[in-house]
């Protein structure tokens, strides 16, 4: 499938962050999915599209049945592409937090 969307606009969606929470422990139909959520089945529909133009979301067919299951390669591109921020901002909370002990009042 082309990649037409990005994938950080994918995820900034809660619904859709909340379909690879439901996506990830197993793999889901679409009917299965939207059960989950108040919107309508076409509304969940699109976001499970978007997220399969992402490669976020595979799908496979069990007989009649699509299920959607989470791409595991995809979800490890956006943590290794997050990981030098999350450790940067450690690294500045760990030195804040150094620097307020430093004025922690004497009791």
């Not at 978007?50 to 007989?63: F, K």
């Amino acid at each position: 499938m082309e990649l037409r969307r990005d994938v950080f606009q994918a995820i900034a969606d809660p619904t859709r962050r909340a379909i690879i929470v439901l996506v990830a422990l197993h793999a889901m139909t679409p009917s299965a999915i939207a059960e989950n959520f108040d919107s309508s089945r076409q509304t969940i529909s699109k976001h499970i599209q978007i997220l399969a133009e992402c490669e976020l979301l595979e799908q496979t067919q069990n007989g009649r049945e699509i299920y959607y299951h989470l791409n595991p390669k995809k979800m490890k591109e956006i943590a290794d592409f997050i990981e030098p921020f999350r450790k940067l901002w450690d690294e500045r909370f760990n030195k804040l937090e150094s620097v307020m002990k430093k004025f922690k009042p004497k009791k």
